[in-house]
């Protein structure tokens, strides 16, 4: 189970390493033009008007969010990467209504089971098959499937404690409201802090236990309800021509159980790293496409 969080952590150290990066080149960018300096009024419209071109600039400019709003009022259809569900998050959200209980229930399902999901949980199951970790899975097709389950089971518990169940018993609000001000550190710093302290309904601050109780209670699932208990496998020995009985150590244990704890709070913490600065690595990807797009299509003559 730990080579299988490890490769979590490892894949997302290997994106992370690239923010600071990301970060330098977005504070080193011209700023944008100041509203007021924007062009004269169009031609055939009298200056002395009533019209309120300013109404519809100034949203223009402050909303450059990546993350398209769902037909679920609260929630995106944004992808980390453009592939790993990221509709818990929002940018630029401000005040916004409260997710009902029904709507956080139904947010974490829709990202809990989607497709990208399935594969990519087979892959860390792949992993724990090439480490034979938790040997008393076994081996071959039925071990792989037997770890599959159990890392998709692992990913969905999580999920629904940490997404759906404790916020919706605490009235908390289970969305990272993304920062997107401040410097490299000031931005990081924030994320971690989103571990602790969360939003409540009604918009206040507050300890997010649903982080850290929701974890550890899958956390205690996990290891006490289907994964291997202690068991005795035979090896011959052939010094001795004698067959050696070997005992495996249960993983329904204590320190096993904080261990898996610490490490989904560690791999959920990377994680909001990760989804604070996804806008600017969105951003840059998608300038840079836009900014070969005319050269392409509109040569000089």
């Given at each position: ?44 419209t009298p200056s002395g008007t009533n019209e309120k071109p300013k109404d519809t600039e100034p949203k223009e400019l402050a909303t450059p969010v990546p993350a398209n709003p769902d ?45 990208v999901q399935y594969a990519w949980y087979g892959f860390l199951s792949g992993i724990s098959q090439a480490e034979n970790s938790e040997p008393g899975y076994g081996q071959g097709w ?81 290891t006490n309800a289907y994964h291997p208990r202690s068991f005795i496998t035979t090896r011959y020995d052939p010094s001795t021509g004698m067959v050696q009985y070997v005992y495996n ?53």
């Amino acid at each position: 189970m730990f080579i299988r969080y490890a490769a979590r952590l490892l894949v997302l150290f290997s994106l992370a390493s690239s923010l600071p990066i990301v970060a330098a080149a977005q504070q080193t960018q011209a700023p944008d033009a100041s509203p007021s300096q924007t062009p004269g009024s169009p031609s055939g419209t009298p200056s002395g008007t009533n019209e309120k071109p300013k109404d519809t600039e100034p949203k223009e400019l402050a909303t450059p969010v990546p993350a398209n709003p769902d037909k679920n009022a609260g929630t995106s259809n944004d992808r980390l990467f453009f592939a790993l569900p990221n509709f818990l998050t929002l940018q630029n959200a401000g005040k916004v209504p409260p997710l009902t209980s029904g709507q956080k229930f139904k947010v974490v399902f829709r990202s809990s089971f989607d497709p990208v999901q399935y594969a990519w949980y087979g892959f860390l199951s792949g992993i724990s098959q090439a480490e034979n970790s938790e040997p008393g899975y076994g081996q071959g097709w039925e071990g792989y499937a037997k770890r599959y389950g159990s890392a998709f089971a692992d990913g969905t518990i999580e999920n629904f404690m940490t997404g759906a169940v404790f916020p919706s018993l605490l009235h908390q609000d289970p969305r990272f409201f993304q920062s997107g001000k401040g410097t490299f550190v000031h931005r990081t710093e924030y994320a971690v802090s989103r571990i602790f302290v969360t939003r409540t309904d009604s918009g206040k601050s507050q300890f997010n236990y649903s982080e850290i109780l929701g974890s550890a209670l899958s956390a205690a699932i996990s290891t006490n309800a289907y994964h291997p208990r202690s068991f005795i496998t035979t090896r011959y020995d052939p010094s001795t021509g004698m067959v050696q009985y070997v005992y495996n150590a249960s993983d329904r244990t204590l320190p096993n159980t904080v261990s898996v704890w610490g490490t989904q709070v560690g791999y959920d913490t990377i994680t909001i790293v990760i989804k604070e600065f996804w806008p600017d690595i969105h951003r840059k990807l998608t300038h840079k496409h836009q900014a070969d797009a005319p050269q392409n299509s509109n040569p000089n003559p």
